[in-house]
C-alpha cells in the first residue's frame, strides 16, 4: 500500500539531493494531521484545486475576455498549462514535481478580473492605501481569504508552498516574505513554476493571438523564433495554416522547455549544486534560460506587448475594464452595504478600502459587468 510513509520513502530514494523533500517540510502554520494517502505538498495541491478562487479563474481574462469565444485561453486554462509544463521541468530535474504543480496552481489565484488590466486598475484604486499586486493577492487568498476550515483562516497550507508563492517572480518586496528567510534563493521548485509561467503565456498567448487575426503570419516574420521554426518545420512562413500553426507552436513550446532543463541541468554542475542548502544559498536563481533562447524570447516577448497586449481592440477592454472597476469601486466605498455580507464583515478588520478591493479582485470577469449592470443598468432592480 502506498501510503504517505511509502510516498516519502519514494521520494527520499528518487529525487535529486537538490529536491524538497515532503518528509522535510518545515510545516504549517497551525499544526494538524497530516493525510495518510498524500504527502504534504499533495494536500497542499488537493487544497488548492478545491477553493472557490480555483474555480473562478475560469471566467477570468488571460487576454481575450472570456466572452470573446470558447477557444481562448482563460485564467484557468493558463494555470493548467503552467502547472504542466513545471510538472515536466520537475520530473526531468529530479526535484519535487508536486510542489512545483502546487506552486503554478497557486500563482494567480489573486487575479483580478479583466486580467493584467484589472490589476492595473486596482493598483491604482488602492493607491495611498497599500496599492494592488496579484502575487500579494494570491498570498492573501491562500491565508485569509479563503474559509474552509473552523479553527483558521485561509488554507493552512505549507512553509514551502507559500514559500513559492511570496518569492513568485522575485517579489522580494513583498512585506510577506520576512516570514519566509529573505536572503534564500527559492527552491528549485519554485523557480520551476515561475519560469514556467513566462513559458507558458509566451507560447499560448502567440497561439491565441494568431487565432484572434490580431496578430497575422506577416507580421511575425522578422522575429527569430518564427523564422527558426518555419525553417525547420517546411512551412511558409508568410502563410502558415491553422493545423501548422499548432505544430509550430507545440515545437515551440517543447523548444523552450528542453533548452530550460538542459541549460539548468548544466548550471547545477557548473555551480557544485549538490543540496537543497546549495540552492537556498545562491547568489541568483539556478533554473533558467540559454543565453541563445533568452535573446529569442525575450524579442518574442516584447513583439507581444507592442502588438498584441498594446492592440487597439485591446486597448478599448482596457477602456471598458477601467470604467467598470472604477464605477464599483467607487460606489462601494461611498455606500458598503450595498456589498455581500462576507465582503462587508471584512471592513472593520482589514479596512473599507482593502475589503472593496478584496470583493473586486475575487469577481470573474462576467460577475463585475453584471454587478456594473445591476448597479448602473435602469432596468434592472434585482
Not at 467607487?330 to 478600502?353: H, W
Request: hydrophobic share 40%; net charge negative.
Amino acid at each position: 500500500m502506498f501510503d504517505r510513509a511509502k510516498l516519502e520513502e519514494n521520494e527520499r530514494l528518487t529525487l535529486a539531493p537538490y529536491a524538497v523533500l515532503s518528509s522535510e517540510s518545515k510545516g504549517r502554520l497551525h499544526p494538524e494531521e497530516e493525510s495518510a494517502y498524500r504527502t504534504v505538498f499533495q494536500k497542499d495541491r488537493d487544497r488548492v484545486i478545491h477553493t472557490g478562487a480555483f474555480r473562478r479563474l475560469e471566467y477570468k481574462t488571460q487576454v481575450f475576455v472570456n466572452t470573446e469565444g470558447d477557444h481562448y485561453r482563460t485564467r484557468l486554462t493558463h494555470t493548467l498549462e503552467v502547472a504542466q509544463v513545471a510538472k515536466t521541468i520537475a520530473r526531468a530535474l529530479g526535484v519535487n514535481e508536486d510542489l512545483a504543480e502546487t506552486v503554478a496552481l497557486a500563482h494567480d489565484l489573486g487575479h483580478p478580473p479583466f486580467g493584467h488590466a484589472g490589476e492595473r486598475i486596482l493598483n491604482e484604486l488602492m493607491r495611498g492605501s497599500g496599492g494592488f499586486d496579484h502575487n500579494k493577492q494570491s498570498f492573501r487568498v491562500v491565508t485569509k481569504l479563503e474559509k474552509r476550515y473552523a479553527d483558521w483562516d485561509g488554507l493552512n497550507l505549507a512553509w514551502e508552498t507559500l514559500e513559492g508563492m511570496v518569492k513568485h517572480e522575485t517579489e522580494s518586496d513583498l512585506i510577506e516574505i520576512q516570514a519566509f528567510e529573505p536572503t534564500w534563493i527559492a527552491s528549485l521548485e519554485a523557480q520551476i513554476a515561475n519560469i514556467a509561467d513566462e513559458t507558458a503565456y509566451n507560447t499560448h498567448d502567440l497561439d491565441d493571438g494568431l487565432r484572434s487575426g490580431l496578430l497575422t503570419d506577416e507580421m511575425l516574420l522578422e522575429l527569430k523564433v518564427w523564422q527558426r521554426f518555419t525553417s525547420e518545420l517546411g512551412f511558409t512562413p508568410s502563410r502558415v495554416s491553422e493545423f501548422e500553426r499548432r505544430v509550430l507552436i507545440r515545437e515551440l513550446l517543447g523548444w523552450v522547455i528542453t533548452d530550460i532543463i538542459t541549460t539548468t541541468d548544466a548550471a547545477l554542475t557548473k555551480h557544485n549544486i549538490s543540496s537543497l542548502s546549495d540552492v537556498r544559498r545562491a547568489k541568483s536563481t539556478v533554473v533558467c534560460h540559454s543565453d541563445a533562447a533568452m535573446l529569442e524570447l525575450k524579442e518574442l516577448k516584447s513583439f507581444l506587448y507592442v502588438n498584441l497586449y498594446r492592440h487597439y481592440r485591446k486597448e478599448r477592454q482596457v477602456h471598458k475594464a477601467e470604467h467598470i472597476l472604477s464605477a464599483l469601486f467607487d460606489a462601494f466605498f461611498k455606500r458598503p452595504t450595498m456589498m455581500p455580507e462576507g465582503a462587508r464583515a471584512r471592513v472593520e478588520l482589514v479596512g473599507l478600502e482593502r475589503a472593496v478591493c478584496d470583493y473586486l479582485a475575487g469577481m470573474t470577469d462576467r460577475f463585475a459587468m453584471d454587478e456594473h449592470s445591476r448597479l448602473f443598468d435602469p432596468h434592472q432592480w434585482t
